[in-house]
């Protein structure tokens, strides 16, 4: 995943950045970038609308490549949206250096709840084995992370995501398939 995530950023730097935030948007570059709050969710009931197997946008809740956002950033991430998330570490509640190897490139397939606000928050599996060999919840262990920096990357059908990171990565740039592939 590391060559993979390192050959696609490589290629997205090669072609330029667009540079905005989600509060003002003045676009330098070609690629829209948006510093966010982030969280993590799991597909369970009392965390979603009662249907925790299918998304906002219709498509089936895959924790190894969905993501939700904030109803004000819809016309930002519309469903679809393929985005890069940096490494997270500028806040004491993030623990996204324990669990940032289960985040990888997301599909916004999802929608948060209307009280939040220029947020995203990625779907984790419910369990998940830390390296210190305990079980945990790694939605809880990311907890909340302030200015995240988040790339839109490309744009996928939410009727056909691919259901893993190499699909998803090879859906938005097949030349990424071929880097990881040597």
Same mark, same amino acid.
């Given at each position: 995943?590391?060559?993979?995530?390192?050959?696609?950023?490589?290629?997205?730097?090669?072609?330029?950045?667009?540079?905005?935030?989600?509060?003002?948007? @003045?676009?330098?570059?070609?690629?829209?970038?948006?510093?966010?709050?982030?969280?993590?969710?799991?597909?369970?009931?009392?965390?979603? *609308?009662?249907?925790?197997?299918?998304?906002?946008? !219709?498509?089936?809740?895959?924790?190894?490549? =969905?993501? #939700?956002?904030?109803? *004000?950033?819809? /016309?930002?991430?519309?469903?679809?949206?393929?985005?890069?998330?940096?490494? @997270?570490?500028?806040?004491?509640?993030?623990?996204?250096? %324990?669990? !940032?190897?289960?985040? !990888?490139?997301?599909?916004?397939?999802?929608?948060?709840?209307?009280?939040?606000?220029?947020?995203?928050?990625?779907?984790?599996?419910?369990?998940?084995?830390?390296?210190?060999? %305990?079980? @945990?919840?790694?939605?809880?262990?990311? !907890?909340?992370? %302030?200015? =995240?920096?988040?790339?839109? =990357?490309?744009? =996928?059908?939410?009727?056909?995501?691919?259901?893993?990171?190499?699909?998803?990565?090879?859906?938005?740039?097949? /030349?990424?398939?071929? #880097?990881?592939?040597?």
């Amino acid at each position: 995943m590391q060559v993979l995530t390192s050959a696609l950023l490589g290629f997205l730097f090669v072609t330029g950045t667009a540079t905005a935030d989600a509060s003002s948007t @003045a676009p330098s570059q070609n690629i829209p970038t948006y510093t966010v709050g982030m969280t993590a969710y799991n597909a369970v009931a009392s965390q979603t *609308d009662g249907t925790p197997d299918i998304t906002a946008s !219709g498509a089936f809740s895959d924790p190894d490549v =969905v993501a #939700a956002r904030s109803q *004000d950033l819809a /016309s930002e991430l519309p469903f679809g949206s393929v985005i890069a998330i940096e490494a @997270a570490t500028s806040s004491p509640d993030c623990g996204y250096d %324990k669990v !940032g190897q289960l985040i !990888g490139l997301r599909v916004i397939a999802d929608t948060m709840n209307a009280k939040e606000h220029n947020k995203i928050d990625v779907l984790l599996p419910q369990k998940f084995t830390t390296t210190t060999g %305990k079980t @945990a919840n790694p939605a809880i262990i990311l !907890g909340s992370c %302030k200015d =995240v920096t988040i790339q839109v =990357v490309g744009h =996928v059908d939410v009727s056909n995501i691919p259901i893993t990171q190499a699909g998803l990565a090879a859906a938005i740039d097949p /030349s990424a398939t071929l #880097a990881v592939a040597k």
